[in-house]
């Protein structure tokens, strides 16, 4: 199984994907759902962990409209509430699990 994390404008989107191709699971959120007195780091992590729920996620994958530095696995800049996820270890906290 497969998982991709999307940052967009307004909306963060989660799904993952068998091995197959076929979407299991798809959900999206309004990104003000995040932006909450947790702490959008927090928030973001209950959220992604309760949509995986129990599966098997040997892969996955996160993209951003902002600029992104690869090698860091960080949002380096971006506009509107993605500057809370600027300089957030985004690759390295979601690998642990």
């Known amino acids: 199984m497969r998982f991709g994390l999307e940052f967009g404008g307004t909306h963060i989107k989660m799904g993952i994907v068998s091995d197959d191709g076929l979407v299991v699971r798809y ?11 947790e702490g959008i780091v927090q928030s973001l992590e209950r959220s992604v962990y309760g949509f995986i729920g129990d599966e098997n996620i040997e892969k996955g994958g996160i993209s ?3 600029l992104v530095d690869t090698d860091k696995g960080q949002v380096i800049d971006d506009v509107g509430a993605g500057r809370l996820l600027i300089g957030v270890p985004l690759c390295e906290i979601f690998s642990k699990k």
Do not use: N, Q, V, Y
């Open 64 to 66: 951003s409209k902002g």
């Open 27 to 37: 959900k999206e959120k309004k990104l003000a759902d995040f932006t909450d007195s």
